[in-house]
């Protein structure tokens, strides 16, 4: 049992560049979460979804799009990354609404250049 | 909007004391709070939630959290505070209304031997 699988772990990007980072969790979790960590602003949402083919915007969703074609899977695209979108970044998952917590990926360091 | 507020970016507490990582939230509705922690390079660990009931709530590692309703806090507290307590520490509360997980901003505790 993996829980939440976070791919990459590290990733340099030139600006302008675009990348995909993969959240997979093997859980059967409905809920599912993109956030990015910034010092002194902690963790701000970017997108999250609430099922299989629905998505929403978070706090910061400016730069970013998400796709979740599968429950298992959350794709966060930067089409065109820029410096202001170094950051690390983390997924999440749970199982229902209300009162169930959320367990976290390992996170994922980005670099743009 | 459901909010969190950590007043503190930092608190430094000597081993074997107690220490309090203070949260204050701000919802509409009955809220649904959550404490986390992080350790160094590694993802957000749930640690103890309040939904409902009791207002002291206890949680991993000896934490314990209690949910004040009158002064809309939900402080971390425990009485023994250990080297190995030293993290950063989310608190956290759902937005029934629109499924978001909205973390505050972090606090740094540092336990000193």
């Known amino acids: 049992n993996a829980g939440v699988t976070q791919t990459p772990k590290f990733r340099v990007l030139k600006t302008g560049q675009s990348m995909t980072l993969l959240c997979a969790q093997d859980?059967?979790?409905?809920?599912m979460y993109w956030y990015r960590q910034d010092p002194g602003m902690g963790l701000r949402l970017i997108h999250y979804s609430v099922g299989e083919g629905t998505t929403a915007k978070g706090e910061v969703p400016d730069g970013y799009n998400v796709s979740r074609l599968k429950k298992q899977n959350f794709l966060l695209g930067l089409e065109s990354a820029a410096p202001s979108q170094t950051s690390v970044y983390f997924c999440a998952s749970h199982k229902g609404p209300v009162g169930t917590e959320a367990f976290f990926g390992q996170g994922t360091r980005l670099t743009v250049v | 909007a459901q909010s969190v507020a950590q007043p503190e970016d930092q608190v430094n507490v000597a081993e074997g004391n107690p220490l309090t990582v203070k949260c204050t939230y701000s919802v509409s509705g009955n809220p649904y709070l959550f404490w986390y922690v992080q350790y160094p390079n590694r993802g957000l660990q749930f640690l103890l939630k309040?939904?409902?009931?009791?207002?002291l709530v206890k949680g991993s590692y000896g934490f314990e959290a209690e949910f004040n309703k009158s002064q809309t806090s939900f402080h971390l507290k425990k009485p023994s505070a250990l080297v190995s307590d030293s993290a950063l520490y989310f608190c956290a509360v759902r937005d029934i209304n629109t499924d978001k997980l909205i973390f505050g901003t972090g606090t740094r505790l540092q336990v000193f031997p």
């Open positions: 859980m059967n979790h409905e809920y």
């Open positions: 309040y939904i409902t009931g009791d207002n």
